[in-house]
């Protein structure tokens, strides 16, 4: 059995790829799931986020953990990665910047699940954690805790 029984067409993985101005502007590649008849869990943690308060304009970070059962395709790690690397010159809400990565992923893959936990640092000292998930996860996969504790200063 192979990985890839066809070759997807992946721009962004095959060739340096400079980072996308905006959001907007970023392309989220998939691939054929190569076992899309088996419900499992893919994770993706992303500990280093960074946007801009649309107010202020002063920097906002948050800690993302993905979490998707893949239906027909996944997502291409790369090209997550640049998306989320997107936002650090975008003034978001921290609660519509949670929703609309749920949705460019949801757009992108339509996964049978799908789950993300914001958990963003504190601003004016309250953190702000934003999180959404498409429903009820598939009977029998194993949905492991995002790990994340909730913030609590410095001990």
């Not at 392309?27 to 649309?54: Q, W």
Request: net charge negative; aromatic share 10%; with cysteine.
């Amino acid at each position: 059995m192979t990985d890839t029984p066809e070759k997807p067409a992946l721009s962004q993985l095959v060739h340096q790829s400079a980072l996308p101005a905006s959001p907007d502007e970023a392309v989220l590649e998939s691939f054929p799931n190569p076992d899309s008849g088996t419900a499992y869990l893919v994770r993706f943690s992303c500990p280093e986020f960074t946007c801009l308060c649309p107010i202020t304009g002063q920097p906002d970070f948050a800690h993302f953990v993905i979490d998707y059962v893949p239906g027909e395709r996944c997502v291409e790690s790369k090209s997550l990665k640049l998306f989320m690397a997107s936002w650090r010159n975008t003034g978001s809400f921290h609660e519509s910047t949670t929703l609309a990565i749920a949705r460019r992923l949801s757009e992108a893959t339509a996964p049978r699940w799908l789950r993300i936990s914001g958990f963003w640092y504190p601003r004016g000292g309250i953190p702000i954690d934003v999180f959404w998930q498409s429903g009820e996860p598939p009977a029998g996969v194993h949905i492991p805790d995002p790990g994340v504790p909730p913030y609590r200063g410095r001990n």
